[in-house]
């Protein structure tokens, strides 16, 4: 029996963590195996590191440009992190939105905040935790990315960016990345079959009814 597919509304799906915890690994893998998924690429002032490619994993702007842009309406969200600027392109997020599909934010807890107040019931928040804040400087120092200086500003900001975990609807510590990950696969598949989202259910339940009325006739 051929079965009916149900339209549904595309959800947010915001990762935040501290530097370090896990959240950008995570999102990586969960593009990977979902491919249907767009990534918001937010704009930052920061410089790019060795490892990075621009419009893949940053937009790499200026001061000037991001306040412009800022300024003019163009970000759906922004927020200083560590001194440097971030934000998140309007336009594309709105046309991803529109076409059905789910949109996956790499943001930190401000920029979260701002999406809430704008976007709550399309959001699906889930905060990453370090197993231990000792695990969480190990795992900055081993990415090699950072100076010692920029290292110890991130372990002071963790406190802060830990306070924020109950504004999430999921927390998830990222002992083990397998683990994890597997536990952030099953929310988004819960989500995406949430009643309010399944926008393509009242044809369904009025073919289902209509089919009933005339067997019981």
């Known amino acids: 029996m051929k079965h009916s597919h149900v339209a549904r509304r595309g959800l947010m799906l915001i990762l935040s963590s501290p530097s370090g915890a896990g959240k950008s690994t995570l999102a990586r893998l969960l593009l990977e195996q979902n491919p249907d998924i767009y990534l918001s690429v937010s704009v930052t002032t920061r410089g790019r590191r060795p490892s990075e490619v621009e419009g893949v994993h940053y937009h790499f702007h200026s001061r000037d440009r991001f306040e412009r ?11 200083e992190v560590h001194g440097n600027f971030y934000g998140t392109p309007r336009e594309p ?5 529109a076409s059905g599909r789910d949109v996956l934010f790499d943001i930190d807890y401000q920029g979260a905040e701002q999406l809430y107040a704008k976007m709550r019931e399309d ?9 231990s804040a000792t695990e969480l400087k190990t795992r900055l120092e081993r990415r090699a990315e950072d100076a010692s200086g920029v290292i110890e500003k991130r372990l002071k900001n963790a406190r802060t960016e830990i306070a924020h975990w109950q504004d999430y609807n999921y ?8 683990s994890t990950f597997a536990n952030l696969r099953n929310i988004l598949l819960a989500e995406r079959l949430r009643r309010e989202r399944q926008v393509g259910l009242a044809p369904v339940i009025a073919r289902l009814d209509e089919e009933l009325a005339t067997l019981t006739d």
């Open 69 to 79: 842009m800022r300024d003019a309406g163009d970000l759906l969200e922004h927020a």
């Open 93 to 97: 997020v709105e046309n991803a939105l």
């Open 123 to 131: 959001i699906v928040g889930v905060f990453i935790l370090p197993p």
């Open 171 to 178: 927390v998830l510590v990222n002992e083990d990345l397998n």
